[in-house]
């Protein structure tokens, strides 16, 4: 392999993209470690508090385009406090002091603000592209900051943020000289937008190919948006109220007529359900369809509206839609690949869809590889039937509200329904589980999800062999997720080593102890042990004996992290 | 719980195996009684939760855990009635509450999650919804509660005299401007579980409105258009207004003091209504006591200012 000159074999590497294999041509020798290291321009970080930014920047000097993740994933349900950590600002401020040419910066859970947002507007001079996901920290006056000094933006992302709106004219800021724009969402915004200003930049980016609109748009203006775009793939609905008969009515029906190549629809924040039969006419186009923020749209509204959805690959959607709604979803939507069905009303505890509609989903949609349901009761035998029928799952995830409810026909344990799912789908990577369920189903997962990457558990398991199945037979396992389960330091210490081997591990609300998280911590000093004592209710001083609420624990090259809040103890 | 149903134990081909095991299990589904009385209660509780097996004193502290069917040895045979109704409301309370308010983290995590949950759900976290997907399912589901319980099917189940809002329907993540969602008011009737949408805009006059809402609750075959149609005519004087229907229209101000729809001029009542989301036909036993004399409305938003200084109360015959 050292007959190519650098240059050849660089080139071979411009065609390996994905992250994964690119870590894999860098372990082959030194000379294409050191070969693929100097010209990978996309890197992607899971755990910002693993690496510091320099090293990164040492190792990958063509770095353009980088993606951090920050908190913990129990994150998104409230179980971290909000300023646990996963601050984005050192990042910034290191690839601006190195001069580092950031072109793309993706963020997921972290927290960015607004004077991090200024920086990057003004260090970057070919920044491009902005996606942040549930990230928080910053105001619209930093995304005015973004709109005004990136002059080459292609991409502004905002995925499900917080974001503080000073119903500023963010919007307005982007200069008429940008015509460069691609891809605008900003859907999470709670604020009023520039209409006008909004209408012009759609009519001065001919490029552009995705735009998601916030609830503040009316229709009136949607139909003025489509008429100017007419090459749109991807739209997102903001308001959808309006009178069936009015003038604005028809003329939107028009300009969706000439929309001939949208192939992904989402949003309808506000909607009054009566007229969706003007999208009817995209639906046969439909790839990708997001209803999920629509509690507004009735069940039967939805069915008329997927009958038409005759290519679907992807639907999200509130249970309102029901099992019969499933049921035509699985006659209808033949070549789906990714359903998330979530519950219109968590607080009243009641999911409208059951087994039956998760198994006729199995039935009619055997291209079926990740799904994500929330319902209100599963069998044991519905599980084995999905399992047989779609062996094709690498992501599943099954959330019965009551988290502890059991076969709702037999009474017994999920375990062997669980079991049939990692038996039937080889190729099974992330699996969320919830029902009642017994060391027995770890016993299942241990050996048979061989592939098995990532796996949340909640209210299960009866002793430390549950997790000590997992941890012997997962050998692939690089998150682990468990919360309210009866493990205790003898599941926890039982292969310390194996922790380094996975990116994270969360346990919250179970039986290990101060002792057991500290004897770990000093057996494995690359891993970060994090006590999260929120609401004080460990005293410095505590005693080895006392439980730990809350312990998360990550390898890491970067050492102690510097900026870990007073309740966040790294042992 | 080593036997289960074997399925996954023993040699032969995982697909035959897997048929003849469902075949037990559905046959075993099928026969099983399931009996009506016993109603197993899964319940949070401090203390010594826990299995048998686990032996040591139990030091939870203030965690609480769901309790699984372990931790009831004595009832863990029986069945499980299944409860239609299910949600964590089957825990008994008492626990819940215990559990919750002994961390402090659970009671502010209840309170990060907007509206308050129902009693049943206490459990942190659960059910594992991101915190913004809930805070926007929250606010959507306080303006559109009866018309999604409707969509469901779920009867709601509270008392005969439904006490139930006006909303302005988008008023959903609306922070600031309200002008341009102002058209959409939801308006009850008390004892009537389904409420009807009214578009402000499309009246210019009380008497309108009023005759839009006498055709919705008083003539259900006639179906409005109450999405901002043609601006309604002025036919005949409604009943609604001058005192003769049994019904009065009210809205609940600024000051969550309930006023008398009509009370002001048209146009500063459209303000109100857009600032407060409650307007309800009240039954004659709620009304407030009767002041004298009831002028007739019928009069354009033009003359309101004469109407404003007779207007009292509508009379409540018989």
Known sequence: MNYFPDEVLEHIFDFVTSQRDRNSVSQVCKPWYKIESSCRQKVFVGNCYAISPERVIERFPGLKSIFLKGKPHFADFNLVPHDWGGFVYPWIEAFARNNVGLEELKLKRMIISDECLELISRSFPNFKSLVLVSCEGFTTDGLAAIASNCRFLRELDLQENDVEDHRGHWLSCIPDTCTSLVSLNFACLKGDVNLAALERLVARSPNLRSLRLNHAVPLDILQKILMRAPHLVDLGVGSYVHDPDSETYNKLVTAIRRCKSVKSLSGFLDVAPHCLSAFHLICPRLTSLNLSYAPGIHGTELVKLIRHCRKLQRLWILDCIGDEGLEVVASTCKDLQEIRVFPSDPFVGNAAVTEVGLVALSRGCPKLQSILYFCQQMTNAALITVAKNCPNFTRFRLCILDPTKPDAVTNQPLDEGFGAIVHSCKGLRRLSMSGQLTDQVFLYIGMYAEQLEMLSIAFAGDTDKGMQYLLNGCKKLRKLEIRDCPFGNAALLMDVGKYETMRSLWMSSCEITLGGCKSLAKKMPRLNVEIINDNDQMEVSADDRQKVEKMYLYRTLAGQRKDAPEFVWTL | ?318
């Open chain 2, 1 to 318: 719980m080593e036997g289960g149903l074997g399925l996954l134990v023993g040699g032969g081909s995982p697909n035959e195996s897997t048929m003849s095991k469902l075949e037990v299990v559905e046959a075993e589904a099928s026969s099983y009684p399931v009996e009506a009385e016993l109603e197993l209660g899964l319940g949070l509780s401090l203390g010594s939760g826990g299995g048998g097996g686990k032996g040591k004193a139990n030091a939870w502290g203030d965690c609480g855990r769901i309790l699984t069917a372990k931790d009831f040895p004595s009832v863990v045979s029986q069945p499980h009635r299944p409860n239609k109704n299910n949600n964590n409301s089957s825990i008994p309370s008492a626990c819940v509450v215990g559990a919750v308010s002994g961390t402090k983290r659970a009671a502010d995590s209840v309170s990060h999650e907007g509206g308050s949950p129902t009693a049943g759900s206490q459990v942190v976290g659960w059910p594992p919804i991101r915190a913004y997907r809930m805070n926007s399912l929250v606010n959507q589901a306080k303006a559109a509660r009866a018309e999604e319980d409707k969509g469901i099917g779920e009867k709601d189940k509270s008392k005969d005299n439904l006490k139930k809002k006006i909303c302005n329907g988008n008023k959903a993540n609306v922070t600031g401007n309200e002008k341009g969602h102002l058209g959409f008011v939801k308006v009850n009737m008390d004892g009537v579980p389904i409420g009807r949408k009214v578009d402000l805009n499309a009246h210019a006059c009380y008497e309108t409105l009023a005759q839009a809402l006498e055709e919705m609750f008083f003539r259900s075959t006639t179906t409005i258009n109450s999405i901002g149609g043609e601006k309604q005519q002025v036919t005949k004087p409604s009943k609604l207004l001058d005192g003769s229907s049994e019904f009065v229209l009210t809205y609940e101000d600024k000051e969550g003091d309930w006023m008398l729809v009509g009370d002001v001029p048209w146009g500063s009542q459209l303000s109100n209504l857009a600032d407060r989301e409650n307007v309800e036909l009240l039954t004659p036993e709620q009304t407030p006591p009767p002041l004298p004399d009831v002028p007739n409305l019928c009069k354009k938003a033009s003359n309101h200012e004469d109407v404003r200084s007779q207007w009292t109360c509508s009379k409540i015959p018989g």
